[in-house]
């Protein structure tokens, strides 16, 4: 089983300045390497990558673009792997793209990286480094201090040396082995789960987890911040004589107080992505470990993020990171993640006599029933009906299409990443899904768009 471990550094003056080298290497070689690709695809070429590491390779140690100011080849004081890895990123890159044009998808090519836009980082192979306890020996550098040890056994497949913040990061990819990667569950139940913007989670049990939302507890100090920042580009670009966006290629010197402004923008934008994971961890993993089945809708969430007045509480809740983080989670407790589908009406429909309210609208957050007067809090009685799909769906074992993660290595309903879990979708074999009222204007905007 395929696990990383990613483990914060702790570089001295002169390991920090290689790592800023090693990662400006790797986005220079990525931009010559997409530029080239574009030049070559434009003249009706068929570009490739390895063919690109080749031609790269002829002209790095000699080519005046690749010199220093002595005339000297500065790439000899980069390790290898640093700008030899983002020609496979960029072949990667450009697979993806066309495999979500051929699937009718919405995709975009692969962009230029811009220094202080992008993230710094670079790449080292398994058998360039090792490891000693809480520290790493890496090329051209030696000996670096990890804040904590390797908690994987297994073989080691790779490395990347990425920045966050101020903070250097040794992400560890290793082959756990599966005797090791497993974890014993404590509950064998099925549990579903409605996920929402101020509840997080509300579970079939009645119990409910608020959301941290900590971008919302952070928002006035992140905007009073980021007027700082942007006061102090104005003023640079006064001075230069700049008026509206900066040109192209232009590089604006950069003062003390900028620098400093920047740094506590950013330490504040890692710190509300880290309160955001440790309680998507938490939570993801406590549902896998208590429970033999988790059950959750499948969710539009590009659809829903596409409402203005919605879009930011649901980022910061993050509805799909919890799906991704559930299906990776499961195949380690040995957990089914089971999807109800998309127009199935869980808030609809009642759980005591299963009747549909279809009135129901999204600011009604209880309802009573009109054929057996139970009253409903909207979101346990989604958990409930969830809940109950997913039992009806068990029971009928073999009859059910499972994903195959070598069939459907995708993230679309019913579908698992490489390593994940057993996901099995749900649709209307199983529980009363008379349609949830949305069927209807899907249909209308596709005709439509046609």
């Not at 993230?119 to 398994?126: E, G, I, K, W």
């Not at 993801?284 to 033999?292: A, K, P, Y």
């Not at 199935?344 to 029933?369: D, F, I, Q, T, V």
Request: charged share 25%; net charge positive.
């Amino acid at each position: 089983m395929l696990l990383a471990h990613r483990i914060r550094i702790a570089p001295t003056l002169e390991q920090r300045a290689y790592f800023a080298r090693a990662a400006g290497t790797a986005r220079r070689v990525w931009n010559w390497a997409l530029a080239e690709w574009q030049r070559q695809a434009a003249l009706g070429l068929r570009p490739n990558a390895l063919a690109l590491k080749k031609q790269f390779n002829a002209i790095k140690y000699a080519h005046p673009n690749w010199l220093d100011e002595r005339g000297q080849p500065w790439l000899r004081t980069i390790h290898r792997d640093a700008h030899a890895q983002p020609f496979a990123h960029l072949a990667k890159a450009w697979s993806r793209y066309f495999a979500q044009r051929r699937a009718g998808e919405k995709a975009h090519p692969p962009r230029f990286k811009t220094k202080g836009r992008c993230r710094d980082a670079f790449y080292l192979a398994n058998d360039k480094f090792r490891l000693e306890g809480a520290a790493a020996v890496l090329p051209k550098i030696g000996r670096v201090a990890l804040c904590e040890a390797l908690c994987w056994p297994g073989r080691i497949l790779g490395a990347s040396v990425s920045r966050e913040a101020g903070h250097w990061f040794l992400s560890v990819q290793v082959d756990v082995p599966d005797a090791v990667a497993r974890r014993r569950r404590t509950g064998d139940t099925i549990v579903g789960v409605d996920l929402g913007v101020n509840r997080a989670a509300t579970l079939s049990t009645g119990e409910t987890i608020a959301a941290p939302r900590p971008l919302k507890a952070a928002l006035r100090r992140l905007r009073i911040r980021g007027r700082r920042l942007s006061r102090k580009i104005e003023a640079v670009k006064t001075r230069a004589g700049i008026a509206g966006n900066i040109p192209k290629g232009t590089r604006l010197p950069a003062s003390k107080n900028r620098t400093k402004g920047g740094q506590a923008l950013a330490r504040l934008q890692a710190r509300i992505a880290r309160v955001r994971r440790d309680f998507t961890h938490k939570l993801t993993t406590r549902l896998c470990r208590e429970n033999r089945a988790v059950v959750i809708e499948d969710l539009n969430v590009r659809g829903m993020l596409a409402n203005a007045r919605l879009a930011r509480a649901i980022a910061d809740v993050g509805f799909y990171e919890i799906r991704r983080q559930l299906q990776y989670k499961a195949a380690r407790y040995g957990t089914t993640v089971v999807l109800a589908d998309r127009w199935y009406p869980s808030s609809k429909l009642c759980s005591g006599c299963g009747e549909r309210n279809g009135a129901l609208s999204l600011g009604e957050r209880a309802w009573h029933c009109a054929a057996c007067g139970a009253h409903h809090d909207r979101d346990i009685n989604a958990a409930v009906n969830l809940e109950r799909l997913a039992t009806a769906a068990l029971e009928a074992g073999p009859a059910l299409p499972v994903a195959s993660p070598a069939a459907t290595p995708g993230t679309a309903a019913g579908q698992s990443p490489a390593g994940g879990g057993k996901v099995t979708p749900v649709r209307h074999e199983h529980g009363r899904q008379d349609g949830s009222g949305q069927e209807e204007n899907a249909a209308h905007f596709r005709a439509r768009s046609r």
